[in-house]
C-alpha cells in the first residue's frame, strides 16, 4: 500500500522559514521522482519543485527560486522541501507526490494529504 505521509506545515510570519518533510512507503523511492505541489484556495493546484530519483536534477516554480530547496534522502524514504523568505502568496496547502513505475512503460502519480501552510503576520 503507498502512502506519503506529509508534516511541517504551519503559521509564519512573512520572511519566515519551514520545512516539509514527506515519508514515503510501499514503493521503491529511490526510483522515483518526487514532487512538492501546492494549492491556495480557489486556484489550481500548482507544481512547485521536482527532484528526480537519483537527487541530481531539480526544477522550481519560478516563483520559488533561490527562496525554497527541495531534496531527498533515499535512506530514509523522505523527500524535503526547505521554504525559506516565505510571503504571504506561499499560502497554501503543500501536497507530496510520488510518479512512481506501477509496470514497464506505466507511470501512476500518488498524492499525500496534503499540509497547511500560512504566511501572515
Known amino acids: 500500500q503507498v502512502q506519503l505521509v506529509e508534516s511541517g506545515g504551519g503559521l509564519v510570519q512573512p520572511g519566515g522559514s519551514l520545512r516539509l518533510s514527506c515519508v514515503v512507503s510501499?514503493?521503491?523511492?529511490?526510483?522515483?521522482?518526487m514532487s512538492w505541489y501546492r494549492q491556495a484556495p480557489g486556484k489550481e493546484r500548482d507544481l512547485v519543485a521536482r527532484i528526480t530519483s537519483g537527487g541530481g536534477s531539480t526544477n522550481y516554480l519560478d516563483s520559488v527560486k533561490g527562496r525554497f530547496t527541495i531534496s531527498r534522502d533515499n535512506a530514509k524514504n523522505t523527500v524535503y522541501l526547505q521554504m525559506n523568505n516565505l510571503k504571504p502568496e506561499d499560502t497554501a496547502v503543500y501536497y507530496c507526490?510520488?510518479?512512481?513505475?506501477?509496470?514497464?512503460?506505466?507511470?501512476?502519480?500518488?498524492w499525500g494529504q496534503g499540509t497547511q501552510v500560512t504566511v501572515s503576520s
Open positions: 510501499g514503493f521503491t523511492f529511490s526510483s522515483s521522482a
Open positions: 507526490n510520488a510518479y512512481v513505475a506501477v509496470a514497464p512503460g506505466f507511470y501512476r502519480d500518488y
